[in-house]
């Protein structure tokens, strides 16, 4: 089965070169950054921005990793901090000790008393002496020392302001996410209101009758209207006006209503 895979791949590659020739190497590396811009366009936005919130969760590790490295380091300075400085007192008290046996042995005295004792001059400069060696040890030892506390406080400003960095880059990362989350929200609202769609077929129709009725009676209103306008002959009485309203009720409210009523029977007959 490989030794099949083989051969077709290798026949692949050479049908590539016959028909492509020296643009065989772009035409398949543009061929593969098609696909795999094809696949990733394809991947749902949705899936994309849990991945997103994923990935940024995945900090979180990294972040108390780095918390603790810190946390550790403090307490390492402080650890230097403290025989710095007590290296530091004992540089000074050295230096006070020597600078007075120094000073005792040039007063010229033959013998020197210290703490109740009696020694003489060579001893003391012998002392002196073992006592400047070790000062200067101690001195060596203690810049060494200041030096390296001032490069750890550097470096430890340094992870503290990386730190803080980190964490307000993540938490930059997550607003980020939370727009692309609500700006995604309000495509998809959108696209749901697009994807509406009301049949008014009906809707039109109904309108349609109410207009044709509508024009029917205004039709049939000019039919009538016609009828008191149009004669096969010239009138030539003015119709007669109805009589005044008022009047009609003026006379009947007035009292002989037998005789207006006799009146207008007759009229009516």
């Known amino acids: 089965m490989l030794k099949k895979s083989i051969i077709v791949g290798a026949g692949l590659l050479l049908l590539t070169g016959l028909f492509f020739g020296r643009d065989a190497a772009s035409y398949v590396s543009t061929s593969m950054g098609w696909m795999h811009d094809s696949v990733r366009d394809s991947v749902p936005v949705t899936f994309e921005l849990e991945r997103a919130r994923q990935m940024i969760r995945n900090l979180d590790p990294e972040i108390r990793k780095n918390m603790r490295l810190i946390a550790v380091e403090e307490s390492e300075v402080e650890k230097l901090r403290d025989q710095v400085e007590r290296v530091n007192t004992d540089l000074a008290k050295s230096e006070g000790h020597i600078l007075r046996l120094n000073g005792d042995l040039q007063s010229g005295s033959s013998q020197l008393e210290y703490a109740g004792r009696i020694y003489t001059v060579s001893q003391v400069k012998a002392d002196l002496e073992r006592r400047f060696d070790r000062h200067k040890t101690k001195e060596a030892t203690a810049e060494k020392l200041n030096k390296i506390l001032s490069a750890r406080e550097r470096g430890l400003v340094a992870a503290r302001d990386k730190l803080e960095a980190m964490l307000a880059a993540k938490r930059q990362l997550e607003v980020d996410v939370e727009n692309l989350e609500a700006r995604q929200k309000m495509v998809e609202v959108a696209q749901c209101t697009s994807d509406f769609n009301f049949d008014d077929s009906h809707l039109a129709r109904t309108k349609e009758l109410i207009s044709d009725i509508s024009s ?44 207006i009523q006799i009146e207008t029977l007759a009229e009516a007959r």
């Not at 009485?237 to 009609?248: G, L, R, Y």
């Open 216 to 259: 029917r009676i205004d039709v049939a209103e000019k039919m009538v209207a016609a009828d008191g306008i149009y004669h096969d002959e010239i009138p030539l009485d003015v119709p007669a006006d109805s009589e005044d309203i008022s009047k009609q009720i003026t006379e009947y409210f007035s009292g002989d209503r037998d005789g």
